[in-house]
Each structure stands twice: as structure tokens, then as C-alpha cells.
């Protein structure tokens, strides 16, 4: 699972400040670098609960939940997307996967603009007269597509989804 840590100052005589202040400080290794440690031996991070629980001596229970680095984006189902299809509503397809792998077993959706994830950034003067569509984003499974929907939102475009679980859930739709 993936975090996103925001850089935090500790000032002097002072508790550190930022997302995980409650669970971690810094301490300094002696070459002029810092590092992370949590605060105290009994805290924890909680994977299942996807945040860090203060240990129970301290009277207080609470947890902080961490901020995953794909939250910010949504998804649609491989349902809902078909429903979108079907009902003619006016969507863009940006398939993200190389070229190679639209004509293999997975196939590729149906009026789809292929432009490859490591072509995206230079292509993307061919999306300007999109902008104001709602943009599904696909790839095989949804990791390339989550790459490039983020790096969409960074350039501005405001409708941007990724399909959940990619040509694989859609595969599964149709069989």
C-alpha cells in the first residue's frame, strides 16, 4: 500500500507538526540526516486500518488514518461504464496501454483513443478539445490508468475517472 507523507518542520521546543505527528518524529543520524522513528515502542502501524493507534497506556485511543496516493481519484465500474456506453452519453476512452496490447486476448473497448502512458505527457495537445468530457481512463488492470489519470488532473482536466480493475473487470463483465 502506498502513503503520501507531507514534509513537516519541527520547531524548537515544540511537538512536530503534519499529518503523522501524532505518530512519528524525527532523529537525526548524525551525517546531517533525518529520519523517521515512531514515538514510542508500544505505538503501531495498523495496516488493516490503514492508520496509526496510539497505544492503550496512554488512556487515549485514536488513530489517524494515512491518505492513500490514489484516493484522490475516482473510478467506475466495468458496469457502470457500460451503462455510460450504452446510454450514447458523451465520454472519452483513453486506453493508456501500449499499442501492442489492444489486439491480444483483453481486446480494446470500442471508440477508444490509444495513447500509450509513456506518450501521454508529450500527446497531450490531442486531448485539449476533450477537456470538458468526462475522461475514462483503462489499462489492463488500472495501475498505468491511475498514473495517468493523476497526471491529467495535475494539467488541469476535471472529469477524469479510471476504469476499476481495467480490461480485466471489463473481460469479466462480458464472459
Keep these: 500500500m502506498n502513503f503520501q507523507f507531507k514534509p513537516y518542520r519541527k520547531k ?3 511537538e512536530p507538526i503534519g499529518a503523522l505527528a501524532c505518530a512519528l518524529e524525527t532523529e537525526s543520524t548524525g551525517s546531517g540526516k533525518e529520519c523517521f522513528k515512531l514515538r514510542s515502542p508500544e505505538a503501531r502501524i495498523s495496516r488493516t486500518s490503514g492508520g496509526h493507534t496510539e497505544p492503550e497506556s496512554s488512556g487515549i485511543k485514536k488513530t489517524v488514518l494515512l491518505k492513500e496516493k490514489n484516493s484522490d481519484i ?3 465500474s466495468a458496469q ?3 451503462k455510460c456506453m450504452d446510454s450514447k452519453i458523451p465520454l472519452l476512452i483513453l486506453d493508456v496501454r501500449e499499442e501492442s496490447e ?3 486476448k483483453l481486446g ?3 471508440n477508444s483513443t490509444n495513447i500509450p502512458l ?4 508529450n500527446r497531450l495537445k490531442e486531448l485539449e478539445k476533450e477537456r470538458d468530457l468526462e475522461i475514462i481512463v483503462v489499462c ?4 498505468r490508468a491511475s498514473k495517468a489519470a493523476k497526471f491529467l488532473v495535475r494539467k ?3 472529469k477524469v475517472k479510471v476504469l476499476k480493475g481495467g480490461m480485466l473487470a471489463w473481460r469479466d463483465l462480458q464472459t
Excluded: A, M, Q
Design 118 to 121: 509513456g506518450s501521454l505527457e
Design 140 to 143: 489492463r488492470s488500472g495501475v
Design 102 to 104: 489492444l489486439f491480444g
Design 80 to 82: 457502470e461504464l457500460k
Design 156 to 158: 488541469g482536466f476535471k
Design 12 to 14: 524548537e521546543n515544540s
Design 74 to 76: 475516482e473510478t467506475i
Design 108 to 110: 480494446h473497448l470500442e
